[in-house]
């Protein structure tokens, strides 16, 4: 592969799917996460989905050696195959919690209440602890196949 632009392919999403719902769900149906997203402020959550991008960054393109990201189509310089892989291990996470009902069940249960102004902010912290793990299947599982 080296010398050659390496094509972005739809399958290369599909199979970072597999791995970023692989092991989102856990962590999406876990009180602790949800407990813990309640008390993260914004500069945690900041933090957090920092870790995410440089997880998958390493996991690319640092720990697989055939890849070049200056050898890959890109979006304003950014390779198209990491833009999928961010998409991928937040938007699993964020599925896989508003499909089974994730921040409503643990706003209840934390007694944070159910409005809007609540919830928001809540998911998209708890989105942010999630894709911590889904990063890492859904890198794998791009880097494996």
Do not use: C
């Not at 050659?4 to 199979?15: E, K």
């Not at 440089?54 to 304003?76: H, K, Q």
């Not at 508003?98 to 998209?124: K, M, S």
């Amino acid at each position: 592969m080296v010398g050659r632009r390496r094509r972005y392919r739809f399958a290369d999403t599909a199979q970072q799917v597999v791995g970023g719902f692989l092991l989102a769900g856990p962590f999406v149906v876990t009180e602790e996460v949800w407990l813990l997203a309640s008390q993260m402020a914004w500069p945690h959550t900041l933090a957090t989905t920092l870790v995410v991008f440089g997880i998958g960054y390493g996991a690319l393109y640092e720990a697989d050696v055939d890849r070049d990201p200056d050898r890959e189509a890109d979006v304003a310089g950014v390779p198209v195959r990491f833009v999928s892989l961010m998409a991928v291990a937040f938007g699993s996470v964020l599925v896989l919690a508003l499909a089974l009902n994730a921040p409503w069940t643990f706003a209840t249960q934390l007694d944070l209440g159910t409005e809007t102004p609540v919830l928001v902010p809540l998911t998209a912290k708890a989105t942010a602890v999630g894709a911590i793990f889904s990063v890492v299947g859904a890198a794998t599982a791009d880097s494996v196949f």
